[in-house]
């Protein structure tokens, strides 16, 4: 398999400038696919099963966010205010909001590495010494501004970049370190995706006409506009091991590893 490697931060920035161009969304939006992760009975959507662990950061824990979830809400509001479709749309509850630093294992390839072999109560100290090889902590909180919309694969999220290379660094240093880690490397953890800074605030749960996703892309446009103003920004001065049985939730035991930028 192609080795897959983070962008310079050249590149980092002109690809989420350029999800965002009106043609791009239109294309993203004609390619959305419905989220086999939710799923609507008589009462409501249902988050189905994707267990795994993740490297994350939450909005609501990292310091300089207090605003930032109410913002996130109003935007998702905004976006269900201009496409009506409650039954198409899985809005995610505000207290999932979060920033993915480094994909570990999840659904086949977590039962078949970590949960089969009875790995799951050992797991948290392999990325703990994953940790200690990290270069030194500091105390230093990255900013990520929220540019804008996106449509990706199955969700709409908000995209951010960070306004200097050495925060941009930070972070796809912290993953080269993590992803060369020989013990977590031994149990199939790997990167499989260059960092793209983001925040999905969406699923769709359900089939657009051709015409609903003509109306997805110029919603997202708009607000678009809207956000070029004062776009939101996304401080992260800590991430951490998170454990997850389906999207909407992300939980951390206290022996969970955590890492200060």
């Not at 776009?231 to 969970?256: C, I, K, V």
Request: aromatic fraction near 10%; charged fraction near 20%; include cysteine.
């Amino acid at each position: 398999m192609q080795p897959i490697d983070d962008l310079s931060f050249e590149e980092y920035k002109e690809h989420q400038f350029a999800e965002l161009s009106q043609q791009r969304l239109l294309e993203s939006a004609m390619a959305l696919q419905p989220s086999t992760s939710y799923r609507r009975n008589g009462k409501g959507w249902v988050p189905q099963s994707y267990p795994g662990f993740a490297v994350i950061s939450m909005v609501s824990e990292n310091p300089g966010n207090e605003n930032l979830p109410g913002i996130l809400k109003a935007i998702q509001a905004h976006l269900l205010e201009q496409c009506p479709w409650e039954d198409l749309i899985y809005l995610l509850p505000a207290d999932s909001f979060h920033q993915t630093v480094a994909n570990t294992l999840s659904e086949e390839r977590f039962m078949q590495h970590i949960l089969r072999p009875g790995l799951e109560p050992v797991y948290p100290s392999l990325v703990a010494e994953a940790f200690s090889r990290m270069p030194e902590r500091g105390t230093k909180t990255l900013t990520m501004r929220l540019i804008g919309l996106s449509i990706f694969g199955t969700a709409v999220g908000l995209l951010g970049i960070f306004d200097d290379e050495p925060a941009y660094r930070c972070i796809v240093d912290f993953r080269s370190t993590f992803y060369d880690d020989p013990m977590l490397a031994a149990l199939n953890v790997c990167r499989t995706r260059p960092f793209i800074g983001h925040i999905t605030l969406a699923y769709l749960g359900g089939e657009l006409t051709e015409g609903q996703r003509e109306d997805l892309a110029a919603a997202v446009h708009a607000i678009n506009r809207h956000l070029e103003t004062a776009p939101p920004r996304f401080r992260l001065s800590l991430t951490g091991l998170r454990r997850f049985h389906h999207l909407s939730a992300f939980f951390r035991e206290e022996d969970y590893p955590r890492y200060h930028f």
